[in-house]
């Protein structure tokens, strides 16, 4: 999966979701719980209890895509939090995916002027 274009937003969705849950399921859960629009091209990101699985939705040209990756050793670093969804850069999903932690990343700072 290739999809971390500038422009991409990422959701995640926080705590476990079941992961016998497919297309369907999830998009359910993406438009009915969450109220996001499934049809932009983002990334909507789902984990299980144990945290060794993730499954990612998107909406790809002319259907649903989903992508799913599962560890043979460890646990995904997943966020903890109250929120349902939790929304991400694709560069802070490639450091999930890889192990690391979302929130040991630099927060994002913006200025309207240098002086």
């Not at 460890?74 to 995916?97: C, G, H, K, Y």
Request: glycine letters at 6%; hydrophobic letters at 40%; aromatic letters at 12%.
């Amino acid at each position: 999966m290739n999809r971390t274009a500038g422009g991409t937003t990422v959701y995640l969705a926080l705590g476990a979701t079941d992961m016998r849950k497919s297309i369907n399921g999830l998009s359910l859960l993406v438009e009915e719980q969450f109220e996001l629009d499934l049809f932009t091209g983002n990334l909507f990101a789902f984990c299980n209890r144990r945290r060794d699985m993730v499954k990612i939705l998107y909406w790809d040209t002319n259907g649903f895509c989903i992508w799913l990756k599962r560890l043979e050793q460890d646990q995904f670093r997943w966020p903890q939090s109250e929120q349902e969804v939790m929304e991400i850069s694709p560069t802070a999903l490639n450091w999930l995916l890889h192990g690391l932690d979302v929130r040991q990343a630099h927060r994002r700072l913006s200025y309207g002027s240098v002086a």
